[in-house]
């Protein structure tokens, strides 16, 4: 019933900059929490940035400074913009949200396909 697409991962060089962007799509009463997770190979899933729908933010104290999450809410969409990037952010990186679809049911979380994002020495 609602899916992520996600997209803007890529190869960069230490240093480099991108910005990442997922958009919601399907049955949508609201969307709650945000969210941008990532995973290395042979490493768990971890958190890196939330907001939520009145823009509050948390980040892993890994990319504060670094990385910034935004959201328009008008486009359902979450933005990830991701500065001075350095070769441990090399990870594939998932979008999460949690939607409400309906007004009798609480929210569910929803992932996105994920998105390679390289950084070479």
């Known amino acids: 019933q609602v899916q992520l697409v996600e997209s803007g991962g890529g190869l960069v060089q230490t240093g480099g900059s991108l910005r990442l962007s997922c958009a919601a799509s399907?049955?949508?009463?609201?969307?709650?929490?945000m969210g941008w997770y990532r995973q290395a190979p042979g490493k768990q899933r971890e958190l890196v940035a939330t907001i939520t729908s009145a823009s509050s933010t948390n980040y892993a104290d890994s990319v504060k400074g670094r990385f910034t999450i935004s959201r328009d809410n008008a486009k359902n969409t979450v933005y990830l913009q991701m500065d001075n990037l350095k070769p441990e952010d090399t990870a594939v990186y998932y979008c999460?949200?949690?939607?409400?679809?309906?007004?009798?049911?609480?929210?569910?979380?929803?992932w996105g396909q994920g998105t390679q994002v390289t950084v070479s020495s």
């Open positions: 399907g049955r949508i009463l609201s969307i709650n929490a």
């Open positions: 999460n949200a949690d939607v409400r679809s309906r007004w009798y049911e609480s929210g569910s979380s929803y």
